[in-house]
DNA sequence: CTGTTTGCAAACCATTTGCATTGGA
DNA sequence: TCCAATGCAAATGGTTTGCAAACAG
């Protein structure tokens, strides 16, 4: 993602520009593992000394709040980020304890139709997300 | 449950049978929220002031590792408990914060069917549940 | 300029741990 | 009796908060 375009995500979502933000995203989107904040603050903190972790956590908080990063926990109770908007479910290895990206529009649609025709009684369903446990092989 | 099967419950599991266990036990089994370790503790100590809670929480432990509850984390990374064993979903109110459960066998089969008929890449699936997120009507 | 963001450290809070005491089998 | 369970307090660790200094618009 070069310069412009990484600008143009942070300030469309209403937030200043800072050099910490941009390096933020940019960690961000080159993880596939879903970090943590502690991870992310490691891995930004590399190339970045003076960055410190409290701006770490308001920042990924700040996305959030922006809508450029979903927040979720983990079956350890962390708080987990990722960039990738588009609602989609998560795999869970019992092994590695990584956590990958699952999308699979067909099951989600399949589903989506599932609670149209049946509804939950008493519950108006608004999302469906699913969690998948078990081993990468 | 009266006093012989809820001792049997805890004897079966290979736990010793305390008051403690008793009374923690009893309220697991009578609140439907889903309660975390600090709710436990105050449902508690109600009707038992000497109990602390570190027991809790120790409690609690044993009782997951002797297959007699489930644990699980909510959406704020709090840990839930759960003494209801059969695999099944949780519907989470975005107003009243509440988790409820929600099981629909043919539901599970449809999804258990699905992940026979069409294997995840590299994945070998073990366990699926759905986060239901939507509100109370 | 002015309000926002940052850095740093202290505070928070759910959970875990250590250890002496108690109590179940 | 003997090991496991309890109570209490201290420690842990991820996350939040407060505030002065730095900075973007």
């Known amino acids: 993602m070069d310069f412009q375009t990484l600008k143009n995500k942070i300030t469309s979502g209403g937030l200043k520009f800072t050099h910490q933000r941009m390096v933020i995203y940019e960690v961000l989107c080159s993880s596939e593992d879903h970090p943590t904040a502690e991870m992310v603050f ?30 979720f926990t983990d079956d350890l109770g962390l708080m987990r980020f990722d960039p990738v908007l588009e609602s989609h479910s998560h795999l869970y290895c019992s092994k590695s304890k990584k956590i990958r990206d699952y999308k699979n529009t067909g099951l989600e649609k399949m589903l989506k139709k599932y609670f149209e025709e049946n509804q939950i009684d008493g519950f108006e369903v608004e999302e469906v997300s699913l969690v998948i446990k078990g081993k990468t092989k």
């Open 42 to 71: 490691s891995r930004v903190k590399e190339a970045n000394p003076g960055l410190s972790k409290g701006t770490v956590y308001k920042t990924l908080d700040s996305f959030v709040h922006a809508n450029m990063v979903q927040k």
